[in-house]
């Protein structure tokens, strides 16, 4: 089945930046619209971003608008997430996801990754 890897996160100052990337293996990710969902400890897990199979269509949580950009690779079966101007508040777990909708809920993705830890702090 289809295997997701995240990676990137890290700690990072407020105002910073980071890309993280999700690679996909066993099988190609052009068949599969990408979501992007980060977790706090004690929260629901939301929705960040979302990319389309081509990547023609992307949307975005309005509480990353403007900051964050989604964009995939489908040759080398990976989509990013660059994150700038960060804030402490997108201290999350990151996750990316596979469905086949474009959407910001979880429970319409099929396949996740493990997840990469994003700490914004002085």
């Known amino acids: 089945q289809l295997q997701l890897v995240e990676s990137g996160g890290g700690l990072v100052q407020p105002g910073g930046s980071l890309r993280l990337s999700c690679v996909a293996s066993e099988f190609t990710l052009d068949y599969y619209s990408i979501g992007w969902f980060r977790q706090a400890p004690g929260t629901e897990r939301e929705g960040v971003s979302w990319?389309?199979?081509?990547?023609?269509?992307?949307g975005y949580a309005d509480s990353v608008k403007g900051r964050f950009t989604i964009s995939r690779d489908n040759a080398k079966n990976t989509v990013y997430l660059q994150m700038n101007s960060l804030k402490p508040e997108d201290t999350a777990v990151y996750y990316c996801a596979a469905g086949k909708r474009t959407t910001m809920w979880a429970g319409a993705y099929d396949y996740w990754g493990q997840g990469t830890q994003v700490t914004v702090s002085s």
């Open positions: 990319i389309s199979v081509i990547g023609g269509r992307t």
